[in-house]
Nanobody, 123 residues
Framework: QVQLVESGGGSAQAGGSLRLSCAAS????????MGWFRQAPGKEREGVAA???????TYADSVKGRFAISKDNAKNPLYLQLNSLKPEDTAMYYC?????????????????WGQGTQVTVSS
């Protein structure tokens, strides 16, 4: 059974930084894509960043140059480094996983999800 558990959320001031982690268990696919999504109250879930097992990455335009996704290998956690935070980054952040190197930011492509971790940025 695949389990994804996020951690590292919290509160920060605008301009600050946070690092999110996602620990995966029961996920044995050698070809995969893992991603971070976020959902603010009253808004749809949006893709933030994704990385595949070949090390390729993709980012939403709204976070390019500020956020960095990383995963050293299949066994290590997935990370999202959030820098230069803005109040509009406030949301619940979810870790997700998909089979294959799809490198997508569409939530429909991901079959496994964590419970989320809250990020709140104050101005």
């Amino acid at each position: 059974q695949v389990q994804l558990v996020e951690s590292g959320g919290g509160s920060a001031q605008a301009g600050g930084s946070l690092r999110l982690s996602c620990a995966a268990s029961g996920y044995t696919y050698s070809s995969y894509t893992m991603g971070w999504f976020r959902q603010a109250p009253g808004k749809e879930r949006e893709g933030v960043a994704a990385i595949d097992s070949d090390g390729r990455t993709t980012y939403a335009d709204s976070v390019k140059g500020r956020f960095a996704i990383s995963k050293d290998n299949a066994k290590n956690p997935l990370y999202l480094q959030l820098n230069s935070l803005k109040p509009e980054d406030t949301a619940m952040y979810y870790c997700a996983a998909a089979v294959g190197t799809i490198l997508s930011l569409w939530s429909g492509d991901f079959g496994y999800w964590g419970q989320g971790t809250q990020v709140t940025v104050s101005s």
